[in-house]
C-alpha cells in the first residue's frame, strides 16, 4: 500500500511541478488540479489503511494523511477558486508536523543521510516555499523545481523502499 501512497504523491508531485513550470502557458493548471487530487486522495487512502491495518505505524499514517489532506486543499484552491491564505497558513502547521516526524525519525535511529529522512527534510522546505508561494512571496518556478527536487526522493521511496525495483 505505502506503492499506492508514493505512487500517487509522485504523480502530484509531478503534475504540480509542470503546473507551475508552465505558469500560464496551456494546460498546466489543469495538469496540476488533477494532481492534486489524485494525490490527495491516494494519500488519505494510504493514511486509512496504515492506520486501519498496521497500528503500529502511526508515523507513517499521519504524515500520508497531513500531505494528504494538503494536497485536496491545493485541488479544491486550483479548481474551486477558494482563498489561498488559510492553504498557505496550513502549510505552516505542516512544517511544524514535518519537524516532529524528523525528530521522531532522527530518535528512532535514521541517520541524517538517509535518503528517506533526506526527502523528508524536502517536504518540509517544500511546505515552506508552497506558505511563501501563496503569499506572494516567491515565484512559481521556484517552487516547480524544488517539487521535481521531492518527487526524485519520493521515487527512491517509490521504488527502492517499497522492494519494486530491486
Not at 496550513?90 to 528512532?108: D, E, I, P, S
Not at 526527502?119 to 506558505?131: E, K, P, R, S, W
Not at 501563496?134 to 516547480?144: D, R, Y
Given at each position: 500500500m505505502l506503492a499506492f501512497g508514493m505512487t500517487t504523491l509522485n504523480f502530484a508531485?509531478?503534475?504540480?511541478?509542470?503546473?507551475?513550470?508552465?505558469?500560464?502557458?496551456?494546460?498546466?493548471?489543469?495538469?496540476?488540479?488533477?494532481?492534486?487530487?489524485?494525490?490527495?486522495?491516494?494519500?488519505?487512502?494510504?493514511?486509512i489503511w496504515f492506520g486501519w491495518t498496521q497500528p503500529d505505524s502511526a508515523l507513517l499514517s499521519m504524515t500520508t494523511g497531513m500531505y494528504g489532506l494538503v494536497l485536496l486543499g491545493f485541488y479544491f484552491m486550483q479548481a474551486k477558486g477558494l482563498a489561498a491564505g488559510p492553504l498557505g497558513n496550513l502549510c505552516?502547521?505542516?512544517?511544524?508536523?514535518?519537524?516532529?516526524?524528523?525528530?521522531?525519525?532522527?530518535?528512532?535511529g535514521t541517520a541524517f543521510t538517509d535518503p528517506v529522512f533526506l526527502t523528508f527534510v524536502a517536504y518540509g522546505i517544500l511546505v515552506l516555499l508552497f506558505n511563501r508561494l501563496l503569499a506572494g512571496k516567491v515565484e512559481g518556478n521556484i517552487v516547480g523545481y524544488w517539487l521535481i527536487v521531492c518527487a526524485i526522493g519520493t521515487g527512491y521511496i517509490q521504488f527502492v523502499v517499497t522492494g519494486i525495483w530491486q
Amino acid at each position: 500500500m505505502l506503492a499506492f501512497g508514493m505512487t500517487t504523491l509522485n504523480f502530484a508531485l509531478w503534475a504540480n511541478a509542470l503546473n507551475l513550470l508552465k505558469g500560464d502557458k496551456n494546460d498546466g493548471p489543469m495538469v496540476g488540479t488533477v494532481g492534486s487530487l489524485y494525490g490527495g486522495l491516494g494519500l488519505i487512502i494510504t493514511a486509512i489503511w496504515f492506520g486501519w491495518t498496521q497500528p503500529d505505524s502511526a508515523l507513517l499514517s499521519m504524515t500520508t494523511g497531513m500531505y494528504g489532506l494538503v494536497l485536496l486543499g491545493f485541488y479544491f484552491m486550483q479548481a474551486k477558486g477558494l482563498a489561498a491564505g488559510p492553504l498557505g497558513n496550513l502549510c505552516l502547521l505542516v512544517f511544524l508536523n514535518q519537524v516532529v516526524v524528523l525528530v521522531a525519525m532522527f530518535r528512532g535511529g535514521t541517520a541524517f543521510t538517509d535518503p528517506v529522512f533526506l526527502t523528508f527534510v524536502a517536504y518540509g522546505i517544500l511546505v515552506l516555499l508552497f506558505n511563501r508561494l501563496l503569499a506572494g512571496k516567491v515565484e512559481g518556478n521556484i517552487v516547480g523545481y524544488w517539487l521535481i527536487v521531492c518527487a526524485i526522493g519520493t521515487g527512491y521511496i517509490q521504488f527502492v523502499v517499497t522492494g519494486i525495483w530491486q
